[in-house]
T-cell receptor, first 113, second 107 residues
């Protein structure tokens, strides 16, 4: 199994508080992705990274920021959580541009109350 | 933008063959890949097509036609454990997922 770990696995937070989710990989893969999954919407790309300090927006980036200061860690931050950000968040890694297989973490279930 | 459309649900019986279609509305994808996700689990990679045509991987096959912006996943000899959601995904530096198809396999 690919070495990819998300933390925390579950979190309940209050509206307006900042939240940071962590994705850690031990595979030295270049690409890292953050997705959210909601019923009826599949997996939607929030942000992704193509190298240390190289990040770009995805389909649903509003309200989210990311950072990648090391190859192995990709952080997703909700600056001020809202109830609409209640979701399951998945991190994924991919070795390179022409590598087609992505490996997913086990997900983080975030509830904003 | 980039979008990939799939039927929301497909049902079939054990031993049957089922096809899950994926149509996309963007150019520029290097190829199309397919993922399976069981309830409560993470997506896992099934197959990909970098070139037009059919790719076979055991009971699963995948097809791509770039000229038609269309692909499909073919599942043969269906088993109960194949009940899951299936996603197509177009890849460049991004990896954009389709809307997903829930497959229910009945005895």
């Amino acid at each position: 199994d690919a070495g990819i770990t998300q933390s925390p696995r579950h979190k309940v937070t209050e509206t307006g508080t900042p939240v940071t989710l962590r994705c850690h990989q031990t595979e030295n893969h270049r690409y890292m992705y953050w997705y959210r999954q909601d019923p009826g919407h599949g997996l939607r790309l929030i942000h992704y990274s193509y190298g240390v300090k190289d990040t770009d927006k995805g389909e649903v980036s509003d309200g989210y920021s990311v950072s990648r200061s090391k190859t192995e860690d990709f952080l997703l931050t909700l600056e001020s959580a809202t109830s609409s950000q209640t979701s399951v968040y998945f991190c994924a890694i991919r070795e390179g541009l022409m590598n087609t297989e992505a490996f997913f973490g086990q997900g983080t279930r975030l509830t904003v109350v | 933008g980039q979008s990939l459309e799939q039927p929301s649900e497909v049902t079939a019986v054990e031993g049957a063959i089922v096809q899950i279609n994926c149509t996309y509305q963007t150019s520029g994808f290097y190829g199309l890949s397919w993922y399976q996700q069981h309830d409560g689990g993470a997506p896992t990679f099934l197959s990909y097509n970098a070139l037009d045509g059919l790719e076979e991987t055991g009971r699963f096959s995948s097809f791509l036609s770039r000229s038609d912006s269309y692909g499909y996943l073919l599942l043969q000899e269906l088993q109960m454990k194949d009940s899951a959601s299936y996603f197509c995904a177009g890849y460049t530096d991004k990896l954009i997922f389709g809307t997903g198809t829930r497959l229910q396999v009945f005895p």
